[in-house]
Each structure stands twice: as C-alpha cells, then as structure tokens.
C-alpha cells in the first residue's frame, strides 16, 4: 500500500505513522518553572542526536495552556535546563500516569509518588527511581508548523552536560548492563516494549 500523510487516505483504522518508526525511546523529561514548580511528562519523539557534545533533543506539540505549549518546553525554554530520565520497564504506570494534561501548578513527580532528588550541574530535579539522568543544559528550539496553521511543534535541543547512572546497572567489565535496565520504548498505538536479556543480540561491524 501507499499512502500520502496530508491526504490521510490509508484507509486503515488508526494512522499508522506511530507504528512505523519504532522503537522509540522515552524521554522522560523533569523540569522546573521559574516560581519552583517540578514537572515530569514523557517524551517519545526523543533522541540524542549528536556523540560529542552529547546533545538531545524533544518534540512538543500543542499544549493545552493558554500558550499552547506543553509545560515541558515551556519550563526548559524559561529556565535554559531539563533532566532525561530513562523509563523503564519498573517505572512504566508512573511514566503512563506523567503524562496526564494537567495544570501547570500541578507537579507530576509528587502525583506519580516518585522521589525528586537535586541534580548536579541543573535546577531540574531528576527522579530517583530512574536509573539514567541526562542533565541538559538548553540549547535551541526549532518550531515545525503544523498542517494546521494554529499547530506547531517545538523541537527543543539540549546539551548533556551532566550524567548519572546508577552503578547497580555497570557490570564488572564496566559496561552499561542494558538487559537488567530493562529499559522501555515506544512503539504504535498505546503500546510498548521491553529491553531484557533475551531481546539483545551482538552484531560485530565490519571493517
Ligand atoms: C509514552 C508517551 C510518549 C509521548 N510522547 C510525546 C511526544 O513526543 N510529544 C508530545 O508532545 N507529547 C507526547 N506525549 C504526551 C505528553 O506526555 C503529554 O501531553 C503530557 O501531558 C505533557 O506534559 P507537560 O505539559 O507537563 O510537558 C507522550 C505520552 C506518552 C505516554
């Protein structure tokens, strides 16, 4: 089959975008307003995007505030800094449950029962259970309208400058131990995957 996304003619139940680029990762991103408010909601069009300087980036649509954005991108855009945490497969219905449209006054780390603990070189907190923090400091946004002419999505970069791994999961070869992670991705629809021992394979690059 083919289809053109614009014209939304693919004739199947659901658009299936979602399903075809996949796994993604979750950027579980942590922030904080200018008045001290935390926030947490995930992000699954995430990706690092550069090796050196580590950067990554989030895609935010339109929000439900009176500025239409998403408290995420707002937070990062008005204090220059934001935590990704590594969801996984123990912290998948408090991710789920982060990502309710609430009020900004509402902080979704306290909701999730989760614990805030400082961050090193940012004021955004990072969650505790989480066994990866990437702490960034913003770079740039980079808006792609939408169809519609209201839409627009923020693409917000931002610079590693700080990371945290909990040494539980560092094996004593001193490499990351993915499989006891078990980190989760996103696939189409309101589903998932899980990263465990089983579901790692080992290709050797050629030369
Ligand atoms: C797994 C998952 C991935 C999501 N990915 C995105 C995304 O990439 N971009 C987006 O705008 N919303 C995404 N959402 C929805 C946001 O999490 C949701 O709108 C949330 O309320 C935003 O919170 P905030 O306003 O506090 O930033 C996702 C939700 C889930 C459950």
Redesign the pocket.
């Known amino acids: 089959m083919f289809y053109e996304p614009k014209k939304k003619n693919h004739g199947l139940a659901k658009n299936p975008f979602n399903s075809l680029v996949i796994p993604r990762p979750?950027g579980w991103i942590s922030t904080v307003d200018p008045k001290g408010v935390l926030?947490l909601?995930?992000?699954?069009?995430?990706n690092a995007v550069c090796y050196s300087p580590p950067t990554v980036m989030?895609?935010?649509?339109i929000?439900s505030a009176n500025d239409r954005t998403?408290?995420?991108?707002r937070n990062v855009e008005n204090t220059g800094e934001f935590v990704c945490n590594m969801a996984t497969w123990d912290t998948r219905e408090q991710?789920?449950q982060s990502?309710?449209?609430?009020p900004a006054e509402v902080d979704?780390i306290a909701l999730t029962k989760l614990t805030p603990v400082p961050s090193t070189m940012v004021s955004a907190p990072r969650i505790a259970e989480a066994p990866v923090h990437l702490e960034c400091k913003y770079l740039k946004t980079v808006e792609i309208p939408g169809w519609n002419k209201t839409d627009i999505y923020k693409i917000i970069f931002g610079e590693v400058i700080g990371i945290n791994i909990n040494d539980d999961f560092i094996t004593g070869d001193g490499l990351i131990d993915i499989g006891k992670m078990k980190p989760i991705g996103?696939l189409g629809y309101n589903d998932y995957t899980k990263i465990d021992f089983d579901s790692i394979f080992t290709l050797d690059r050629p030369d």
Request: without cysteine.
């Open positions: 979750i926030n909601a995930p992000y699954s069009f995430f989030f895609s935010a649509g929000g998403k408290d995420s991108a991710m789920n990502s309710a449209t609430l979704e996103r």
